[in-house]
């Protein structure tokens, strides 16, 4: 069955050297039929600079998209709170379109941007869509006639903790009871992405939705409505990305939902910091008409020279019990293979 690599945020600023990011991962990506990354820089050049005061990630359009190609990535998301403004969505797109690699998330307007990206391997079509939570809240969002991303809409309230549902909750006669955050995805957005992922499975043998969501360590409840919906419409994996954390994992109605894969390639971002040891996972998966089957997980870190590098699984105890814990908690199961995480029920 085809092999399908499934990976968090790719960040390029201030990659100079095309064959650095993948040299170490390189051979196991391109041995992969298929590999989809959530790409967390724009393909452009700022005509008039830029400075790392101001927001905005930036990579050189010809080495970061040779490194894309280097690495055996086919396909990226572009719904994500780095993805924005006119000239630079429109120019890294049209990089990635010179170069042949399929994108969906980022368009000239809504209907582009709510596109899916296919394509075909193995005899299969797979079918990707991506959609972010975490957006700014001007000139981001696509509209009917307006260059943006793909969003979900989520909405947050406090809630005063009248009812003890979790052992650690004071009870609520004490002053400075902190409140429960509540969480949940805007109706119309959630009808329309899964209006999108039931379209994009009657041409699709593999549908996989792709969103940019999170705040830290923990899965929010509108996370949940979310990839829980979009295997409801017919999705056959949700992979998430955005907090620069590795989440739990669950597997619903024989599905699995990598909640957060964590940063995959991310040297430099905000404010030009340099962030050479955050953890991710590589989710790979054998995908056939059947749907997804043999999900598994390993870690990842990027070193100082922006190398992305395999990890030891006995190196990683630490997160490996808090996943373990986590994805407990949703009735999934990890069994460690040497340094492999596989999930089932």
Avoid at 30 to 39: G, T
Avoid at 232 to 256: F, M, N, Q, T, W
Wanted: charged fraction near 20%; hydrophobic fraction near 40%.
């Amino acid at each position: 069955m085809p092999s399908l690599i499934l990976v968090g945020d790719v960040n390029l600023m201030n990659v100079a050297d095309a064959g650095v990011p993948f040299a170490r991962v390189g051979e196991t990506l391109r041995s992969a039929d298929l590999v989809f990354a959530n790409l967390e820089c724009l393909l452009y050049e700022p005509p008039d600079g830029h400075t790392f005061e101001h927001e905005g990630f930036f990579a050189d359009p010809e080495i970061a998209g040779e490194a894309l190609q280097t690495g055996g990535i086919a396909a990226v998301g572009l719904a994500n709170n780095v993805n924005y403004g006119t000239a630079a969505i429109s120019a890294s797109i049209g990089r990635l379109d010179r170069i042949g690699i399929r994108h969906a998330g980022a368009g000239a307007d809504l209907a582009t941007a709510r596109s899916p990206a296919i394509v075909e391997r193995g005899g299969l079509c797979v079918g990707f869509l991506q959609r972010s939570s975490v957006y700014w809240p001007t000139n981001h969002e696509a509209g009917a006639h307006g260059c943006g991303i793909a969003v979900i809409r989520g909405h947050t309230a406090y809630q005063v903790p009248a009812h003890k549902i979790r052992p650690e909750i004071p009870p609520m006669n004490r002053p400075g009871v902190p409140p429960i955050v509540v969480t949940w995805a805007d109706r119309e957005y959630l009808a329309a992405f899964a209006a999108d992922i039931a379209s994009l499975r009657r041409e699709a043998d593999i549908v996989v939705a792709s969103c940019h969501w999170g705040l830290g360590e923990e899965v929010l409840d509108y996370m949940t409505e979310i990839a829980h919906a979009a295997i409801e419409a017919g999705a056959d994996i949700v992979i998430g990305h955005g907090p620069h954390y590795s989440l739990p994992v669950e597997i619903y109605r024989c599905k699995p939902i990598f909640y957060g894969l964590g940063s995959f390639s991310f040297h430099t971002g905000h404010g030009g910091r340099q962030h050479g040891d955050w953890i991710g996972m590589m989710a790979q998966c054998e995908i056939g008409r059947g749907g997804a089957s043999d999900a598994r997980f390993r870690f990842v870190r990027h070193n100082t020279h922006n190398e992305t590098v395999f990890c030891a699984i006995a190196d990683e105890g630490a997160t490996l019990d808090r996943i373990t814990d986590r994805s407990a908690r949703l009735k999934t199961r990890l069994t460690v293979e040497d340094d492999w995480v596989r999930i089932g029920l």
